[in-house]
């Protein structure tokens, strides 16, 4: 039996960045002089009769206000409950520690945990790439380097720490 509050706060972890919205694809040649881009298209409300019985089973404590969300949280719970199916139950426990860790941090570090992620979501892909590669060989010390490693960071001046993490480039679009 899955317990519902974790399993819903898992559906939102899972989720990731499911408000933020992709970027338009450019029109070729650029934007036509003296027209304004059309805002993004908004989500189309999902019903709760299109969502599978696992699922429906997944997100019974939202079933009475379905219809009252908005439709973007309505897309974001619809793909989370897909993606918490689709979990192995090592996967699936892995994410219910995420998010026990992530209510306990205080507000404000929850805030500057999304400001990094967007961040990182801003790199070029090749540097995404490289920052993970980097994650997954931190990960791989012994506790005591990692803990070492912490230490001689939090020495560092604003200005080294810096130097270490890589800043986006502007996206230059062809013409």
Known sequence: MIKVPILCASLFLASGSAYAQAPAAPLPGGPLPGVAPAPPAAPAPKPWTELSSQQQQLLQSYQGRWNSLPPNRQQALARGSERWLSMTPQQ???????????RAMPPEQRQLLRQRFQQFKSLPPEQQQRVREQFRRFRQMP???RLELRRQWRRLSPE???SFVPRPEPRRIPH
Do not use: D
């Open 92 to 102: 699936r426990s892995s994410a219910q520690q995420r998010f026990s860790q992530w």
């Open 143 to 145: 506790p005591e380097r």
């Open 160 to 162: 080294q720490r810096r």
